[in-house]
């Protein structure tokens, strides 16, 4: 088996599995509780807080848990309103993921004003109509920092710049779901105030995520409940997650900068027997050397990429179409159309994403595989 699809979920890698047992077994107190075993697990939440804040540039962030990208990204979202009901106005990009899209849908539908900005072939936002989208009642931007079908990558610190510029008030949120710790980010240097990122994309568990937060930035709170994370997220933290996350992200911490090199090798790798194996392709949205490390999307002419990801999985090669959580929509990927391809490009796609724990010797397989498979499916088709 050749898994690539790393966009939508990774494996859990073993000290993360070990650390999530060990928390299970040893550290099954409620960190709310007041005997020393549970506050020794409160405490090991605070390490784990602190690790997280680090990452993203300051020990002096916010980091609240929540169950995932979903949830923190509905929760910097719907958090932003005014807290006295009257409409507001945000603005976000037509490329985001769904679990920003369909919030923002929502608040059309109860009389908030969303703006859409348009990005161009490379997947980058608008800059010219990000400044003029934002205004004195914008309470928040939300634009991701990775493509997860493209993996095109904002230039954060220019948006922050000119979203900042046009109104000091208007909260910066980042969408940093499949860029964190495979790209760098510090955000009080990028000028970002909210950033998203999730477990299950960085070889941690699924279910757990957290919302990091510009120190002074106030939300009104999705849930109510105890009084949990100071009442910001209530709800018993999810203690075998956090600390699985926790172990991902000190992994990473180490070896992130080996892991991006890895990933970029493994496109790479793919890309070159691809070139001498198969004609009749392109690349979407941004080249592979300017895209994310992981994130490599393809369009082959004359077959669909749904029976190319089908006559892969006969093969043990896993990929994807358009991104997992729209994907058992036949629809064109609304992220492939916002980056100008035409309906019939953007439905011949197919997203193959690496991890470091792709096996970079098992790239040359991989892209014959797909371009046999290709090759058959445009036979096919012909007779
Ligand atoms: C860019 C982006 N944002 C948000 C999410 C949602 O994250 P989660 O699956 O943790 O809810 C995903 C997951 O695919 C994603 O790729």
């Not at 848990?65 to 807290?83: C, D, Q, W």
């Amino acid at each position: 088996m050749i898994y690539l699809d790393n966009s939508a979920t990774t494996q859990v890698m073993a000290p993360v599995v070990e650390a999530m047992c060990r928390a299970m077994k040893d550290s099954f107190y409620n960190p709310s509780s007041l005997y020393a075993p549970a506050v020794e697990v409160e405490q090991a939440l605070t390490a784990a807080r602190e690790r997280i804040a680090h990452s993203l540039g300051s020990r002096a962030l916010r980091v609240l848990y929540t169950s995932g990208g979903t949830e923190s990204n509905n929760m910097a979202i719907v958090g932003a309103l005014p807290r006295d009901g009257r409409p507001a106005h945000l603005v976000t990009t037509a490329m985001e993921h769904p679990s920003v899209l369909a919030c923002m849908q929502r608040l059309e539908t109860q009389g908030h004003r969303v703006t859409y900005l348009p990005v161009d072939a490379q997947g980058q936002v608008e800059r010219e109509a990000l400044s003029q989208a934002v205004g004195e009642d914008t309470v928040l931007v939300s634009i991701m920092q990775v493509n997860n079908e493209t993996g095109a990558v904002q230039d954060l610190e220019a948006l922050g710049r000119i979203i900042h510029g046009r109104n000091p008030r208007t909260l910066f949120h980042v969408d940093g779901v499949q860029g964190y710790l495979r790209l760098p980010v510090s955000m009080p240097r990028l000028g970002v105030d909210l950033y998203s990122l999730s477990g299950h994309k960085i070889h941690g568990p699924k279910g757990v995520g957290a919302l990091v937060m510009r120190d002074g930035v106030r939300l009104t709170p999705l849930l109510v409940g105890g009084g949990q994370q100071q009442e910001a997220r209530p709800g018993t933290e999810n203690v075998p997650g956090i600390l699985g996350l926790d172990a991902a992200v000190s992994i990473f911490e180490t070896q992130g900068e080996e892991f991006a090199f890895h990933m970029r090798g493994c496109k790479a790798a793919f890309l070159e027997t691809l070139e001498t194996a198969l004609d009749g392709w392109q690349v979407n949205g941004p080249s592979p050397e300017t895209a994310a490390p992981h994130i490599l999307n393809l369009s082959l002419d004359g077959v669909r990429g749904e029976v190319v990801l089908h006559a892969l999985e006969e093969e043990g090669v896993y990929v994807a179409t358009g991104s997992a959580c729209s994907s058992k929509k036949r629809n064109a990927s609304h992220a492939l159309l916002a980056h100008g391809l035409s309906p019939e490009r953007a439905l011949s796609s197919i997203r193959i994403s690496f991890s470091p724990m792709t096996q970079r010797q098992d790239m040359p397989q991989a892209a014959e595989i797909l371009a046999h498979a290709v090759q058959r499916l445009r036979r096919f088709r012909r007779k």
